[in-house]
């Protein structure tokens, strides 16, 4: 069974380089910059933001609906909205940033709507399967460009490959195996790695129906173990640097509570990606985790592609929360 989510996944490394080969105009180091996403863009956000932090600049990563109806946004702040669609709170934080003199950027879908902003940046095709995968990377490629990092920069530019070797690994069809069934599933990694297990988490949502969040390492010691039990799954994602011990030690106690796991890295784990620049591994890890998603809604029937619009309660329930 193939999925229209599965030909999304392998557009992923054309898509990145031809945002790559774009015109992007680049922030101020001089002045603030607020992210502003939700869901799957949140985590982009979270992930440039992050960058900044790197390059020794400041940044916040907020939610966008906060940032529309309750966050300052100030003159001087530069307010970067990224969407897929330029949907409704998207669209209200640049009205909000406009409206006080901040410049405005919005990260936005090929399909969407023009939005009133003084830079309006375009990531791909609207993407034909609910769980959104190339829209990630490629923002996420948009915000690596605009930060013009030089060690940033240059390690975009081994995305692509990167990309591709990670797609001609082998299907993640064990892995799957092991966590079907499992529930909830917990999703772990140690800095930029903790934002792509809550990407992962979400994929998983989306993709599987199964409930799975995703966390850093040091967070899930502190009271999780309280809750952890046999009958779940986890998904633990090997640091790229020292994190003093606390992946072992957490998979030590996942271990001792009878919690499957598997594994995530570019060594011998059991989900693999290739090596590669510790800033880009947002974008390359998430390729493994994309296709386990895949791989477990084969083998349970669900879709990553309907997202469970189809089919009543789920599909009154989240049109009514679409408002």
């Known amino acids: 069974m193939s999925f229209l989510y599965d030909e999304q996944v392998a557009a992923q490394p054309d898509a990145v380089a031809a945002v790559l080969l774009r015109d992007i105009p680049a922030l101020d180091p001089l002045r603030p910059v607020i992210f502003a996403g939700l869901g799957t863009s949140l985590h982009a956000c979270r992930v440039a933001a992050a960058w900044h932090a790197t390059s020794g600049y400041g940044a916040l990563a907020v939610d966008a609906h906060e940032l529309a109806l309750s966050l300052p946004i100030r003159r001087s702040d530069q307010v970067v909205s990224v969407s897929h669609g330029g949907g409704r709170f998207a669209a209200a934080v640049l009205a909000k940033a406009r409206a006080v003199g901040a410049l405005t950027i919005a990260v936005v879908g090929e399909g969407a709507r023009k939005p009133v902003a003084d830079h309006v940046l375009r990531t791909c095709p609207e993407e034909r399967a609910g769980t959104h995968t190339v829209s990630y990377l490629t923002a996420l490629a948009t915000l690596g460009l605009l930060l013009r990092d030089r060690h940033l920069t240059a390690a975009l530019r081994s995305v692509p490959a990167l990309l591709r070797e990670a797609l001609e690994l082998a299907a993640p069809v064990d892995a799957a195996q092991r966590l079907v069934g499992r529930e909830p599933v917990l999703v772990t ?39 952890m039990r046999a009958g779940m799954g986890a998904i633990s994602l090997t640091p790229a640097q020292d994190d003093g011990g606390r992946t072992e030690a957490l998979r030590a106690v996942l271990g001792k509570l009878a919690v499957e796991t598997v594994t995530c890295g570019s060594d011998d784990e ?18 493994p985790l994309q296709r386990l998603a895949a791989a477990i809604a084969r083998l349970t029937g669900t879709s990553p592609d309907t997202i469970h619009r189809g089919l009543e309660p789920w599909k009154s329930a989240m049109e009514h929360a679409a408002g």
Do not use: M, N, Q
């Open 270 to 287: 059991e989900l693999r990606f290739p090596g590669c620049d510790p800033l880009v591994r947002p974008l390359i890890a998430a390729v």
């Open 189 to 227: 990694g140690f800095g930029l790695d903790a934002i792509t297990a809550s990407e992962a988490a979400l994929k998983l949502k989306e993709a599987t129906y199964l409930w799975a969040e995703g966390t850093s390492v040091e967070l899930a010691l502190h009271g999780p173990p309280a809750a």
